[in-house]
């Protein structure tokens, strides 16, 4: 696997979520003999033995089931201690949700936005409904983050493992934008706690009308860490190949810092050859991104 991706012209990889803990002695000994260097690690990592699929999830630091929030913070130090072994620079974290089902919120918006009734009263009304429901129920679960967070950085920081909290797909996840906001300042003292922007996960926000992409990239840039880079079609397929879709990544990349970490973040089911012809515009078009 490992050899694989570095062929594809990727030599510094992000180990993420999904990974069985049956996997985990092949990875070190490819480190060690220095066929890839390790960027960073996505929590959690390897995935839980009790987890039979790919659910970065499966635990919440939001959670109203007080040993689901400690099974989350235990998987995640334990995640951190193998980041550090595999001198990962940052570890990205998901903070979790609130009890809103995506399904009556935004995949509801998502279908409509799809027929092309994002301008009609009926959407408008929908999604500020949305907004007030998300915004009334919020302040429990992002107290439950923040907590989280302080644990977590206490351990980061011994471990020389900077936080990354992701920016996530749905506005029932938390952080929301705002949220995220007031917890970057909360922890603007702190430097092992950062901002990590997933493109994807923006641009779907953004198509809902639930933000502007490049506003907020604008409020947030002192803080920014880096970012997972993949592409959306219109409205929301994302972990496509860059250039296959929507973004416009030359109006993106000047909010990033120079030499943060950009790591490419695709399905599984995306082919090889588009991934290598991809990579070549982004070298080609980017080189001081590659």
């Known amino acids: ?18 990974m069985s803990v ?10 060690q003999r220095g066929i890839f260097s390790c960027a960073g690690v996505h929590n959690f990592f390897p995935s839980p033995v009790e987890v039979m699929i790919d659910a970065p999830d499966a635990y919440e630091f939001t959670s109203h089931r007080p040993f689901e929030r400690q099974r989350a913070l235990d998987l995640t130090f334990r995640t951190l201690e193998l980041a550090a072994e595999l001198k990962a620079q940052y570890l990205v974290l998901h903070m979790g949700s609130v009890p809103l089902n995506p399904r009556k919120w935004s995949q509801r918006l998502t279908a409509m ?29 992002f107290q439950r983050a923040l907590d989280a967070i302080a644990a977590i950085a206490a351990r980061a920081a011994t471990l020389g493992v900077r936080l ?25 003292d702190n430097p092992w706690v950062g901002y ?7 641009q779907l926000k953004h198509n809902l009308g639930l933000l502007d992409h490049y506003e907020w990239l604008e409020r947030i ?8 880079v993949h592409d959306v079609e219109w409205p929301a397929r994302d972990h496509r190949v860059p250039f296959s879709g929507t973004l416009d990544y030359a109006a993106i990349l000047p909010f990033f810092p ?5 790591t490419w ?26």
């Open 1 to 18: 696997m490992i050899e694989e991706i570095v062929a594809l012209g990727f030599p510094h990889i992000e180990l993420s979520h999904g």
């Open 196 to 202: 990590w922007h997933d493109f994807g996960h923006v």
């Open 113 to 141: 936005v799809a027929e092309g009734r994002q301008t009609q009263p009926e959407y408008v009304k929908a999604k500020l409904e949305f907004v007030r429901k998300r915004e009334k129920i919020g302040p429990l679960y």
């Open 265 to 290: 973040e695709m399905s599984p089911s995306r082919d090889a050859d588009d991934i290598r012809d991809a990579l070549a515009v982004w070298q080609a078009r980017f080189p001081a991104r590659s």
């Open 221 to 228: 840039a002192p803080h920014l860490m880096g970012g997972h």
């Open 22 to 31: 049956a996997k985990v002695p092949g990875i070190r000994k490819a480190f």
């Open 164 to 188: 990354a909290i992701e920016s996530r797909s749905h506005f029932e996840d938390m952080p929301t934008e705002r949220e995220m906001a007031r917890l970057q300042d909360h922890f603007a």
């Open 258 to 262: 120079a030499g943060c970490p950009l």
